[in-house]
């Protein structure tokens, strides 16, 4: 069964997951790449049948969309429409990239069940990430967010923070645990069992991680621990903790994807290596094909425990070596979104 193997890989995202220190390698190669951090929120053109990818090549064959056309062209929609790269992946390897797949567009624009691409959403195979270059200029899609994504979740947990650190000095560890948790409780999607906040001995780069095994996002306990945090601590501080609960929100998608499928519950709780607790709340909320929650959850599912599980798997133990990849990987770049928005937020609020 290919849960086996794709349980492994998620075991090693824990390890590699995240690491979040300001000015360490990883942060900084992120802080000078271009590409990647074009923004993510705004709307952008449609992109389409034979729109240029970055790999110089249009995009073809798709299909593309039978019945939405835009500016004469058939719509690319994620997870269903493939690219075929002809790009070797590198000397002296002559293999094509292959079929490219993008993973992840518009959350809350769908097109046929799948979500609507865009200029700069991603084709990924086996080479590097191969974004969109262009799209019908005349047509923008937008993407509102779901969940943790919306922007009342954002402002409402960067409003939470901001108090919390004016009366940091005042609170021990678990009292900073526990204010943070009621933060992240009050913008959790109905039915999402709560993820449990806890104080972790992680390596100093780590600031936190997901641990979906336990259902928990566990912090670094020198962050809790310490005294004082500066401005750009408490942003990060904020960043990571989001970033590491909207993975939560993704595998509890995966659930309700499952869910929606027909799996039940102590089956997708051991296909995914999650609490039975949570497989039995996904199994109460399912999420079909044609909401934000089932594309997201398909998404996630294909990445992580799907036919992309190897790939992801080799990414993520070289992640420095690969990081343009790694951020590439849809439930990376989703998540790097709303932890950038929500310590954005944070800074905004005075
Ligand atoms: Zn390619
Ligand atoms: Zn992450």
Not at 146 to 174: C, E, Q, V
Not at 281 to 296: I, V
Request: charged share 15%.
């Amino acid at each position: 069964m290919r849960s086996r193997t794709a349980d492994g890989a998620a075991a090693s995202l824990r390890r590699v997951e995240c690491d979040h220190l300001p000015g360490g390698i990883v942060t900084r190669y992120y802080r000078n790449a271009s590409r990647l951090r074009a923004p993510k929120t705004m709307p952008k053109p449609a992109a389409r049948v034979l729109d240029l990818t970055t790999h110089l090549a249009p995009a073809m064959p798709g299909t593309g969309s039978p019945n939405v056309f835009i500016g004469g062209q058939p719509a690319w929609r994620t997870m269903i429409d493939i690219h075929t790269c002809a790009i070797p992946i590198a000397p002296p390897f002559p293999a094509p990239h292959g079929p490219e797949i993008c993973y992840l567009g518009s959350t809350t624009v769908l097109v046929n069940f799948q979500m609507a691409c865009r200029m700069l959403d991603i084709l990924q195979g086996l080479g590097p990430p191969n974004p969109f270059m262009i799209g019908m200029v005349t047509v923008e899609i937008g993407d509102i967010g779901f969940g943790l994504a919306s922007p009342a979740s954002i402002n409402a947990f960067a409003t939470a923070m901001r108090a919390i650190s004016k009366n940091w000095g005042a609170m021990n560890a678990a009292q900073r645990l526990a204010a943070m948790q009621a933060a992240l409780n009050a913008s959790l999607p109905p039915g999402m069992p709560a993820l449990t906040l806890t104080s972790s001995a992680l390596p100093a780069t780590t600031w936190g991680q997901l641990d979906f095994a336990t259902w928990s996002v566990q912090i670094n306990q020198s962050l809790l621990s310490g005294g004082a945090l500066t401005e750009d601590q408490f942003a990060n501080l904020t960043m990571t903790v989001y970033h590491e609960t909207r993975h939560g929100e993704q595998w509890w998608n995966a659930a309700q994807h499952q869910a929606a499928n027909g799996t039940p519950a102590n089956r997708i709780a051991s296909n995914m290596g999650i609490p039975q607790s949570v497989g039995t709340a996904a199994a109460a909320n399912p999420a079909p094909r044609g909401t934000s929650q089932g594309a997201m959850g398909e998404a996630v599912q294909e990445s992580v425990y799907g036919s992309r599980s190897g790939y992801r798997n080799d990414v993520l133990n070289d992640a420095t070596n690969h990081y343009d990849q790694y951020r590439a990987l849809p439930e990376e770049e989703d998540a790097w979104r709303q932890g950038d928005a929500a310590e954005q937020a944070f800074r905004n609020t005075p």
